[in-house]
């Protein structure tokens, strides 16, 4: 089960989600250098990684991603669906449900998962994107 993909209402758009990147990888034909957006379900392991002067904001952000480095990004996931899955994967990579660099298509997101959680929503827009820098924020989308 942890190496299924999971198409899935995200708090932000329909999506995939899985323990495995290489999953991911293949469900989204994307190359395997890309990098993947943690979701997490508490802030708990972040306390150390995140800088003093950002965990207010980070704390209170809602669809919202954040990255500390060029190797970690994470969202910290509110919405209680999407956060029940989370809490039983204990934390999982996610990714919006279409081919990499094409728009959202629900035959595909559904040809390409393993497990279909019901109901689907809507697409609705992707999260905010902040890199936080040891001094300052940049807004990235």
Do not use: C, Q, W
Request: glycine share 4%.
């Amino acid at each position: 089960m942890h190496k299924s993909v999971f198409l899935t209402n995200t708090d932000t758009t329909i999506g995939f989600i899985s323990k495995e990147k290489n999953s991911l990888d293949s469900a989204k034909n994307r190359p395997k250098n890309k990098k993947y957006i943690n979701a997490l379900a508490t802030l708990r392991a972040l306390k150390k990684r995140v800088p003093k002067p950002y965990r207010k904001i980070v704390r209170r952000a809602k669809k919202t991603t954040f990255i500390l480095n060029k190797d970690y990004s994470f969202r910290v996931i509110k919405d209680k669906h999407h956060k029940l899955l989370i809490d039983r994967l204990e934390s999982a990579y996610t990714s919006s449900a279409n081919e990499s660099g094409k728009e959202y298509n629900f035959e595909y997101g559904y040809n390409h998962a393993d497990v279909i959680v019901f109901p689907l929503g809507t697409n609705s827009e992707p999260s905010h994107i902040y890199k936080l820098g040891r001094y300052k924020i940049k807004k990235i989308r």
